[in-house]
């Protein structure tokens, strides 16, 4: 099928009242990640702009509120215990410390304030202790969002009354590479999560991670299996290996940043009213690189200095380039929390 031609399929099946079916083939992604740079980006800065003001970028900022030590072997990852990095661990941090962190954010700009804790899943325990970070934090007025590994059943609901507007679950890289980089918990776990999640009424943030030695064909079943979760996820994480001495993918070939960019332009067009995030790797991405993916329908991104323990560019440096670029804050309205206009 001549790529240029794929517009229809941007359809859900509930849009078109027709039994599911995948609304975007592998093969197609992949037609779109082939075609002409220019044409790519100027297909999915027209779709980017049927859904959103083209020069506003919303801010989320990341912090770490239990580190390294997981009993997981995700092969990227400098918090897997059986890695030795120079990611020194630290237990859950105090309800002050976290909310103190959050407001900080928040008068840097941040709208939204997302908690990562390096566990394989919280437990019982854990989520007692989590669950009045989000109260607090949602009570500054800032959106949430938690990423804290596999939820058990009613988990998610939890999370859920106690404010949470987002929970981060990504599925890390297409199912025919999974295998290579993480063991200890397979894609369905992950699937089972995101399921709970969606159930429970939260918004879904999912994403993957380019750059660890994949094919093309493998970044556009990733994007495809992503476009074609019913309905597919409201924020969408694209993330550069960051490689870490100590980890096994360190020293992986880098990925060329064009092609970086192309991922970023086939997130967009398949999923066009999603939040599409450039999220780590930012602060090893050139200025002009950063610019292309805004330009290919990036529209998110992380802000501090640090993502949950690797380095992200400094609010200065970002606060210059948005300058640069006449990008803007996106305002997020109190009752419209939800980043799109459908259920
Ligand atoms: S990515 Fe998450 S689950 Fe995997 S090792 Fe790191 S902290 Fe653990």
Known sequence: MDALTINETHRRPADTGQDPKPRWTVEQVEGLFDLPFNDLLYRAQSVHR??????????????????????????????????????ADQDLLALDAVVAAARLAKEKGATRFCMGAAWRGPKPRDLDQVIPMVKAVRDLGMETCATLGLLKEGQAEQL?????????HNIDTAPEHYGEIITTRTQQDRLDTLTRVRAAGLHVCCGGIVGMGESRKCRAALIAQLANMDPYPESVPINN????????????????????????????????KAMVRLSAGREEMAEG????????????????????????????????????????????KGEERGERGEA
């Open 289 to 332: 690189i950063q610019a292309l993916c805004f330009l290919a329908g990036a529209n998110s991104i992380f802000y501090g200095e640090k993502l949950l323990t690797t380095g992200n560019p400094d609010v200065e440096r970002d606060r210059a380039l948005f300058a640069r670029l006449g990008l803007r804050p996106m305002v997020v």
């Open 160 to 168: 859920k009354a106690a404010g949470l507007d987002y929970y981060n």
């Open 50 to 87: 049927e859904h959103f003001d083209p020069n506003t970028v919303q801010l989320s900022t990341l912090l770490s509120i239990k580190t390294g030590g997981c009993p997981e072997d995700c092969g990227y990852c400098p918090q897997a215990a059986r890695y030795h990095t120079s990611v």
């Open 241 to 272: 290996l960051v490689q870490v001495e100590g980890t096994p993918l360190y020293g992986t070939a880098k990925l060329d940043p064009l092609e970086f960019v192309r991922t970023i332009a086939g997130a967009r067009i398949t999923m066009p």
